[in-house]
């Protein structure tokens, strides 16, 4: 698979608000679900949200919905990340993923190497 870069990343208020990107250098992009996983410090990675390959469905963990939005623009071969509200538990490097919109390891074709979030309260 193509390479995955992310940015955005950096430090943050709690209550403030972040937007991550995840550039794709793959032509393909549009054809594969997209997903985003974070892992803390000390923690296991976890999945936080997904996208199909089209745009239109989304998915979200419950400690991130309502505050944390996930979108694509396929033409531009981009994954986005809308982060409210944040809080310090959402501290962590944020990675994005192709091939999953629901966080299935086992489908996973291609990881970024990650962005860091840190939410100072």
């Known amino acids: 698979q193509g390479q995955l870069v992310e940015s955005g990343g950096g430090l943050v208020q709690a209550g403030g608000s972040l937007s991550l990107s995840c550039a794709a250098s793959?032509?393909?992009?549009?054809?594969?679900?997209m997903a985003w996983f974070r892992q803390a410090p000390g923690k296991e990675r976890e999945w936080v949200s997904g996208?199909?390959?089209?745009?239109?469905?989304?998915y979200y963990a419950d400690s991130v919905k309502g505050r944390f939005t996930v979108s694509r623009d396929n033409a531009k071969n981009t994954l986005f990340l809308q982060m409210n509200s944040v809080q310090p538990e959402d501290t962590a490097v944020y990675y994005c993923?192709?091939?999953?919109?629901?966080?299935?390891?086992?489908?996973?074709?291609?990881w970024g190497q990650g962005t860091l979030v840190t939410v100072s309260s």
């Open positions: 993923a192709a091939g999953s919109q629901t966080g299935r390891l086992e489908a996973i074709k291609s």
């Open positions: 793959e032509r393909t992009f549009g054809d594969y679900a």
């Open positions: 996208i199909n390959w089209k745009g239109d469905r989304t």
